[in-house]
């Protein structure tokens, strides 16, 4: 089995559980046992399909000011911790590489396998969220249509992101590929690099 087939059921049940209520203060309630890649990855796709909500209420041309700086400040810390997941998951990769004879003709590739998994991740969100719009029954035939057209193209790019995800995790398997973990080093969370934190000390 691949790593994108073992993403598959993950992601699609984590972005279900949620649809359950439909609602971000929801608790989560990850099935898979602590320490696993498998709790990891529903964690991943569980905050990013939080964190999808979050994106569409802040965008409610009514909302309250003051509920959208809290909701403002949720989104931070939201990404925050999705990009500490994507770490972990990295981490579970160089783990699981570590003894790897890394060949002398070997390249890095433009982004580590976490972050494909991640942009995976969200266009699990986007095909759900956009066969939605396809199964509306209170929307035009134009929308529909329109809908469609965007959903054949997100699945077609499904099976080629999780084809590339699988293929470089081979080739690093293989020595063909090494990894680099940079940390994100978010310079605006930081009290001491964000300028508007520390001169107010």
């Not at 590489?97 to 991740?121: F, G, Q």
């Amino acid at each position: 089995m691949t790593f994108t087939q073992i993403c598959d059921p993950i992601f699609r049940q984590a972005i279900d559980n949620y649809h359950v209520t439909d609602n971000v203060d929801t608790p989560i309630n990850n099935p898979f046992e602590e320490g696993t890649i498998e709790n990891r990855l529903y964690l991943k796709c569980w905050i990013d399909t939080v964190q999808w909500h979050f994106e569409d209420i802040i965008r409610d041309p009514n909302i309250d000011p003051v509920e959208a700086l809290t909701l403002k400040r949720r989104i931070d810390k939201s990404n925050q911790d999705r990009t500490d997941l994507v770490e972990q998951i990295d981490s579970y990769f160089r783990e699981k590489y570590a003894d790897v004879k890394v060949l002398d003709s070997a390249t890095i590739n433009t982004e580590s396998p976490a972050w494909a998994v991640d942009r995976l991740s969200i266009l699990y969100l986007k095909i759900y969220h956009m066969q939605e719009q396809v199964s509306r029954t209170d929307a035009e035939a134009a929308h529909i249509q329109k809908c469609q057209a965007k959903l054949d193209v997100l699945l077609e790019q499904r099976v080629d992101l999780s084809s590339a995800i699988d293929q470089l995790l081979a080739d690093i398997e293989d020595g063909k590929k090494y990894m680099k973990v940079y940390r994100q080093m978010k310079m605006y969370n930081d009290p001491s690099t964000n300028p508007i934190l520390y001169q107010q000390k």
